[in-house]
């Protein structure tokens, strides 16, 4: 399937994205969390060494993660999002206390670490990068060495535990997504690209692996590992997200500064806007499909509501701002 570009939003004036600014460097991952006590976070991986997490709904700054000492490629959140994991140029991999922004465990690596992820039970970890093999580390017995599996001939760009199924996948240069048990770390099945992949990530549901590689956005089924859909696009796609209903997906693109929404069914691009000041690396809804995450080359993260015009956080349309003061004014 093969999509044609559409001219830019003319009424961009409806649209009106929050800016989340702090970083200093490109922003290179997001991750929204999933719900937990009534909320969600988003934690943000960038180029300054300096991962941050913020209150999803709103964008608002609850804390940085310091402790690095170079480039911070990956960060992610565990299921209850009591624990983070960010992959770092430093060599290493690190653990943290999201509570507490202490470092739970650091492991060194033999060279830069491009991507990590967390269990579902927030025990283990997987790793991987330019030693191209991947490791799973057991957070009980952190001093005990690393299972390794090796396969991959470039560097891993992405890794993804799926816990539902007991599968590590990795991703990379390589053009290949490669699949592992979790448990005896043995592959069980590769899916090849005619590109090498520059994104994957599980949707929210785990029904779908979606991948991008050169212009093409790929919906792998999560239980198959078959493609369910494939978009072709008219640029280099750098990220993707599935928005909760499977109703749409937006596209980040690796040479342009245009996010873009697209009908998941019929690959249909629906939207188009401008927010960011330079090329945007990577792109997440959030777990209530509310909104969607942008993270740019400009170092700003940018929030954008999946309906304009709706309350929603910290966007507040007149009427319901109206109500809001006759309610404190105490008028029916």
């Excluded at 911070?72 to 290493?92: C, Q």
């Excluded at 089924?221 to 978009?231: I, L």
Aim: with cysteine; charged share 25%.
């Amino acid at each position: 399937m093969t999509t044609t570009p559409q001219p830019p939003n003319t009424n961009p004036s409806r649209v009106i994205p929050l800016t989340c600014s702090g970083h200093t460097r490109p922003v290179v991952h997001l991750q929204f969390s999933p719900i937990t006590d009534g909320t969600y976070y988003l934690i943000s991986a960038c180029k300054d060494g300096n991962p941050m997490l913020r209150d999803g709904p709103t964008g608002d700054w609850i804390g940085t993660f310091m402790g690095h000492k170079g480039a911070v490629w990956s960060a992610k959140l565990s299921k209850d999002a009591s624990k983070a994991v960010t992959a770092s140029a430093d060599f290493t991999a690190k653990v943290w206390d999201t509570y507490t922004g202490e470092v739970l465990h650091s492991f060194t690596h033999g060279h830069i670490v491009r991507s990590a992820d967390i269990s579902d039970d927030g025990t283990r970890i997987v790793s991987g990068g330019q030693e191209k093999k991947l490791r799973i580390y057991d957070l009980n017995k952190p001093e005990e060495p690393a299972s390794e599996a090796e396969g991959h001939e470039s560097t891993i760009k992405s890794v993804i535990w799926d816990g539902e199924r007991n599968v590590v996948m990795s991703a990379g240069d390589d053009k290949e997504i490669r699949f592992w048990d979790a448990r005896s770390f043995s592959q069980v099945q590769t899916f090849k690209t005619e590109h090498p992949i520059t994104s994957m990530e599980l949707s929210a549901d785990g029904k779908y692996i979606t991948s991008t590689a050169g212009k093409i956005v790929y919906f792998l089924d999560a239980s198959t590992y078959q493609v369910s859909k494939s978009v072709t696009t008219a640029y280099d796609v750098s990220s993707v997200s599935l928005h909760p209903d499977h109703k749409r997906f937006v596209a980040g693109g690796s040479n342009d500064l245009w996010v873009r929404i697209y009908d998941f069914e019929s690959g249909k691009e629906l939207e188009v806007y401008k927010g960011h000041h330079g090329p945007i690396h990577t792109v997440s809804y959030s777990p209530d499909g509310e909104i969607y995450a942008t993270g740019s080359e400009d170092g700003t993260i940018r929030l954008w509501q999946t309906t304009p015009g709706k309350s929603y956080g910290l966007w507040q349309n007149k009427a319901t701002k109206d109500e809001k003061e006759n309610d404190v004014n105490g008028t029916e």
